[in-house]
C-alpha cells in the first residue's frame, strides 16, 4: 500500500489499474457486463480525462479501502468476464484493445518493481525484496566504439505485430556517420567521474541539470551511500549492497547521462542511431524474466552488448512525435501523445523489463531528473 | 497503514510509538531488557531530539514494515516486560514515567480516531469506520450567558494526581468579571453566519485567518460537503450524514470560531475564565467511552453544559508557559514545553477523548489553522 | 524603489503610503476635497479591506510608476489640504484620526531604515546609507538582576495622550515576583552561545525554532557574515563593520532570543513584567533622533539601563487582546486587532523609533521568525 | 530598476550586462585594460560559472547600486576601450567575440522590451511605454497551405557571416512532405478556440500543457483582459487597447500553440520544415526598427508571408544540439548549449527583434509555458 513519493504508486493500486483497463474499454461496453463495483471507474482511472474524473495522483496511498482482498476479486472478475469474452467472437479494435492491455499490464509489472525499490528505500528499516542474486562478475572488457554508417534509414515499427501508436509511422531519417560504445558505461567509470569532481563542476552539466544537483544535493546515482569511512553501497531489491564495480551503473537521471558524457569527450546517442544499430541484434538480455532485478556486468563475445535489458539507456532524443504520428482514436489516445513534451526517449528495457515486452523499435520516456527507474548510459559519438 | 497528510499518522505507527515511550523511557534502562529490536529506538521516536534520529513525520505512511504482526509482537514484549517491572519496586521517578506513558498512550487513542476519520475520508470510496449512531436530538435551548466575578483566581494543577508538567504550577491570575454562553455553538448557528456571507467578509477574520480562507477556498468546517441542490452532508466515522442542526459545530479552526465569535458580538474565553468556570463542573459529557465518536446535542437542565466531552473548545489565549513552569528533566522534559509557539489552548476534550484522561485544569493545543481534531466553539463576553 | 523581500517596501511605496492615510481617512470626506489621482486609493492601500482592493504586497517593487517626482507632488498636494483642514474646526474623530496619521507616519518612518538596511544588504555592492557613526565602547559592566514585587499591577495606557488601540483598557494583571537584568544581552554574550555550539543543539530551542534554523541554515544573527578566516562582521546602515562586542546584540528572531534566554538559564520577560518595570523608568535612550541607526552599548549608572531605545525587546507574550479590548470603529479598526494571532510583543522602542514616539505602554508585535527589525534580548527570572 | 518577475531583468541591468559581455570576454584580457569596478565582473555576470560568481538572478531587481549613472560611466568606460581595442589588429577570435557580443546586445535589446512590457502590466497603474500605434488593419485572408517536397534537404548555418554556435552545423535532414500555412493565427482565429470552451478541455491538450492551464488558472492568451460585459482588450506597449481581430495572436506559449493546432485538426511545423521554407523567403516583416512593438496583420500577396518578424512561431521540435555540435571553447560555450533540455525552438523573429539580427537558421528557444516574449502561432500539416 506504499506510495513513497507521487510519482510511485502501490502494488495494490497497480493491481486494480491494469484490471480497470480491461473493464474500461473492454467490457464497459457489453451488454451483459455487469461492473464488479461502478466506482471503480473513477478511483482506478489513472489520467484519461475522457473515461471521468480520476483521484490525485500523489493520494493513492491513502487507498485503504478497497482492500487487497477486495482487489483480487475484482481481478477474478474481469478475468472471468475477459473469458467470456475472449470465448466470442472479436472485432478488430476488440483485439487490438487487449492486446493494449496486456501491454499496458506489463508496464505496471515494471513499475511495481521500481515503485517497490523505492517504497523498501525509503523507510528506515529497508527490507529486501527478493533473495540476493550475488554477483560473482569481477572483470569488464574495455568499452569499444563500433562504428555505423550514415545516410537515409527507417526507423519506427511496421508490420503486424503489437507496437504502441508512438513507434508508428515507419519513416526516413537521415543519420551522419556515428559510434556506438560496444557495452553500458560501468560504475567503475561512474566512480572516476564522481572521483573527478564531476558533481561540483557546473561546466560539466547542462544548466537545468546543476540547477537540480545543486539544488537536491546529488553527489551519486540514486540509491547509493557512502559510509563515513568513504565505501559506496547501494540499496537493491535485494538489500543494501556493496557496488561491483563491473556492473552497468543504474538509477542516474538523464541530467547525469548526458554529463557524464559530456567528461568522457563523448555524448549520448540519438534515439534513430539507437535503434538503427540495435535493429541488427537480437533481443536477449537480462531482462525481469531473470528474476535478478538488477543489472549485470557485460560479457560474451558480441561486438555490440547489453543493448536489450540491464539499464534502460538514456538518448539525447526528446520525447516528440514521428512524423506522421496519429494517437489512436478515442481515450485510449491518451495513453501516449499527450505526453510528448520535457522527456527523453529510453531504448532497450531493464533488468525489470518482461522479456516479451521490449523491441528495437520500443519508445521508452521519462523526464530528465527521474532516477528511481532501472536508468544507465551507453557513450556513443560523431564519426569522421 | 494510510498517512492522508503529514499531521496524521498511520494506526499501525501509533500502536508501535506508545509503546516505544515504554521501551525508551523505562524499560531501556534496566539491566535485563533486551530491545525487541534495536533500531525501533529510532524508527518510531517521534521528535525527542536527545533520544536520538527520527524519520521525517511525513514519511511515516511508509512504514510498510515491520508489519502489523511484528508491531504485536513488540506490543506483547514491552507489556510483558512492564509486567515484570511492575512487580518490583517502583521509583518516584519511574511511577512518574508510567503514568506519564499511559496518559501519553491516551492522547494517541484519541489521535488514532482523528487520523482515521480523515485516512477515510481522504480516499474515494470514503469507509465508515464505526456503526451508525443515528442522532435523534432534534431541538436545542437558546444559549444563555452565566456570569463570574472577576478578581485573583487561581488556576493550574494542584495535588497528588496526575497532571502534564503543562498544567503546572498552580498560580494566581486577575480575572476581570466575565460570561460564558451555557452550551456550545450548534450547526444552526454555525450555518446562520455561513449564510451571511461570513466566508466572504474580511472585516470578520484575524488577518492570517482570512490569508488561510482565501488560499485554501474554506466555505465551510472540514467534512462539511455540499450538493449541487445545496445541502450540506458531512462526513463522521460512521460515513456520510446530513448535518443534525442541533449538534456542537465541529471541525472548525481557530480562525473560524474567532470569525464566529467576532460576527456574535461576543468572543473566545482565555483559558483561564474557561478553566475557571469548569472547575466547579462535573467532568462528566460525551466522551470516546461512549463510542459515538461525534459530538451530540446539549441536553439537561444544568446551567453550563458541555463544558467537559464533545468537542474541544478554542480559547482566545496562545499557548506559553506558566509563571514558574520547569519542564520535566530529561528527554520528555521536551513532551509540551518546546511546542509553546504558534499554537492556541483547547480545553475540555471531545467525543474522541477517554473520560478518565480529562479535567479542569487540561491544556490541549493546536496551531491556529488545525481543522481534523473534534474542535468547536463556545461564546464568551465582558460583564460589565 | 528596492523590495528585497514581500515583508519590506520600497522608500517611495513608504513616502506615498503614509500620505494615503492622510487622504483616505481624513481628506476623502470633505467636499471641497479633490483627490490628487483617484486611482491611488487602491495602489497605495496596505491591508484596509473595508477601503477597497489593494495590491498584493510582494509587489510593491514593481511601481515605477508613479514615479518619485509624482509621489512628492502627491505629499505637497496632502500636506496643503490637511493645511486647510487643520484651519478649521476639528471634530475629535477627526483630531484623534490626525494623531493616529502621524503615528502611523512614525512607524513607517522606522520601517523605511529598516526595508533599506534590507535592501542595501541584499545586493552585491552593499552601499551605506549613513556616514560612518564609529563606537568606542570598549567595556561593558556584568549585567545583575533587578526584583520587582508580584501581585496585582496595572498595565495600559491611561489618560489623554494619543495610545494605540491594543494599549487599552487599562487593567490589572497578577504577577508572580520577577527579576530582570539590568541592561541587554551583548554580542560578546551571544558569540559564547554561539560558540557552545546553540545552533547546532535542538535541546535549546522551540520546536518551531528548530524547523526554522535547520530549513534557513541559521547560524548567527541576521546580518552577520563570518570571514574564511573566523572573524565575524556585520552589516549596518553606515555599511560593513567589525562586531563590537559591548554592543546589545541586534536583528535576532524570539527563537533565538527564546533559546539565548534557556541557554543562560533564564527566560523573557512577560510583556506585563517588561511594562511594570518599565513604568519607572525615563523615556530615555539611543533613538533615531541621535541618526546613529545602530544599538549601543550600555552606559550611565541607573540600576537598569537600556528599556528605551537601542533594541526592541522581544518578550514572551503572544500578540492579545487585552480583557475588553474594542478596536476601533470603521476601516482604522483594522490597525491593529487582526494581527492578534502567531505574533510576540516587543517592548521599548529602537535606535531606529523617533523618540517621541515610544512610552512604557507601547505594544509592538512581529512573528517569531522575523529578524530584518532592530530587535535584542533583554533576561528575566523567576523570583522566589 | 523593476524585477515584475524573476525570467525578467530590469532595464538598467541589461544596460551593464551587455557591457560587461566585452570587458570580461575581450578587455580584461589586455594588459593596458583598467577595470572600470572591478566588482561588476561578478555583479553583472548572468549565468557563466567559469567567470565566476554570479548573484542569484531574481536578485537584479534588489540592484540600487550602482545607479543609473554609474552604469552610464561604465558603458561609456568600455565603449572609449573597445574603441581603442578596434583600432589596433584584432586577432580572428577578437573579431568572432565582438560580432559575438553586438549580437548579444541585440538580444538584450529584444528583452529590454518585452521586461518593460512585464513590468508595466505588473503595477497598477499600468502606464504606456511607447505612443499609441493604432492599427488600421479591418480584414485577413483565409489562411492556406502551401505544400513543401519532402526527401534530404540541409539546414543550419553555412557560410562567412555571422551565426550563433547552435546553428552549426549545417547538415542534412529527411522531411516527409509538408505544408505550411501562408500566414499567422489571428486574434479571430485564437477566439473561436476560446469560444470552442478549449480552455476547459483536456483532450486538446498536452499533459503538462493541462496542469499548468488548471493550475495557473489560464483562460486567454497572457496580457488579455475580459471586461464584466464580456469585452476582451489587452496590453501593449501602448497601453491598454481593444483585441484587433486580424493581428496576429501573440503571447501563447507552446502549450497553447500546440493545443490550437490540434483543436484546428493540424500541428506545429518542425524547426526544420520551417527553415527549409523560409529559407527561399525575403527576410522582411515587422522588426522591431519600425518602432510599433505589436504585430501587424498580414498583408501583401505573397504565397507565404510574416515569415520574419511580428511573433515568433513556436515550433515543435524541442530545442537540442545539431549532430556534430560544437560549443565555442572557454566560458562563451555557455551561452547556447547548456540550455539543451526542456525548451522549444522558436523561429522568425518578432517586433521587438531588429531586422539585422534575424535569419532563416536562428534558433530561439524558450521552456512551453514561457508566454512574455512576442510568440505566435503557424500551422502545419502532413502532406500526403
Known amino acids: ?19 480497470w483497463f480491461f473493464e474500461t474499454f473492454l467490457l464497459s461496453g457489453e451488454p451483459w457486463y455487469k461492473p464488479f463495483d461502478p466506482r471503480f471507474r473513477d478511483v482506478f482511472n ?3 480525462k475522457q473515461v471521468g474524473e480520476h483521484p490525485f495522483r500523489g493520494d493513492r496511498g491513502t487507498f485503504s479501502h478497497p482492500t487487497l482482498a477486495q482487489v483480487q476479486a475484482f481481478r477474478a472478475h474481469v478475468d472471468s468476464s475477459m473469458e467470456r469474452l475472449l470465448s466470442g467472437e472479436l472485432t478488430a479494435e476488440q483485439s487490438a484493445l487487449i492486446e493494449l492491455g496486456l501491454n499496458h499490464e506489463q508496464q505496471h509489472q515494471e513499475l511495481i518493481l521500481t515503485d517497490i525499490k523505492h517504497a523498501f528505500w525509503s523507510q528506515p528499516l529497508r527490507p529486501a525484496y ?12 574495455p568499452a569499444r566504439f563500433v562504428s ?4 537515409p534509414h527507417d526507423i519506427g ?23 556506438l560504445a560496444s557495452r553500458l558505461v560501468t560504475n567503475a567509470e561512474y566512480l572516476a567521474f564522481m572521483n573527478d569532481d564531476a ?19 546529488w553527489k551519486a546515482p540514486h540509491y547509493w551511500e557512502q559510509s563515513p569511512s568513504g565505501e559506496w553501497t547501494y540499496f537493491t531489491l535485494s538489500g543494501q549492497r556493496a557496488i561491483n564495480l563491473h556492473e552497468p551503473v543504474c538509477h542516474v537521471s538523464y541530467y547525469e547521462a548526458d554529463a557524464f558524457a559530456r567528461w568522457s569527450g563523448a555524448r549520448l546517442a540519438t534515439e534513430a542511431e539507437w535503434e538503427h544499430a540495435a535493429a541488427s541484434q537480437p533481443v536477449e538480455g537480462n531482462f525481469a524474466d531473470a528474476r535478478r532485478f538488477h543489472p549485470h556486468a557485460a560479457s560474451g563475445d558480441a561486438p555490440i552488448r547489453q543493448m536489450f535489458g540491464d539499464v534502460w539507456e538514456w538518448t539525447g532524443s526528446a520525447y516528440l512525435a514521428y512524423p506522421g504520428f496519429r494517437p489512436a482514436a478515442g481515450a485510449v489516445g491518451e495513453y501516449n501523445g499527450k505526453f510528448m513534451c520535457n522527456q527523453f526517449v529510453l531504448r532497450g528495457g531493464s533488468c525489470a523489463t518482461p522479456r516479451s515486452h521490449i523491441r528495437a523499435t520500443y519508445r521508452n520516456f521519462f523526464p530528465p531528473h527521474a532516477r528511481w527507474q532501472f536508468t544507465g548510459v551507453r557513450l556513443a559519438k560523431d564519426e569522421r
Open 148 to 151: 555505423f554508417e550514415g545516410g
Open 199 to 217: 558533481y561540483h563542476r557546473p561546466e560539466l552539466w547542462l544548466s537545468d541539470g546543476w540547477d537540480t544537483v545543486t539544488r537536491l544535493g
Open 157 to 179: 515499427h511496421q508490420g503486424p505485430d503489437f507496437s504502441f501508436d508512438n513507434e508508428l509511422p515507419r519513416h526516413t531519417v537521415w543519420l551522419q556517420p556515428f559510434a
Open 130 to 141: 527478493a533473495p540476493s542474486a550475488a554477483s560473482s562478475q569481477s572483470s569488464t572488457e
Open 1 to 19: 500500500m506504499v506510495q513513497s513519493m507521487p510519482d510511485c504508486s502501490p502494488a495494490k493500486w497497480h493491481a486494480a489499474h491494469t484490471t
Open 46 to 48: 489513472s489520467y484519461y
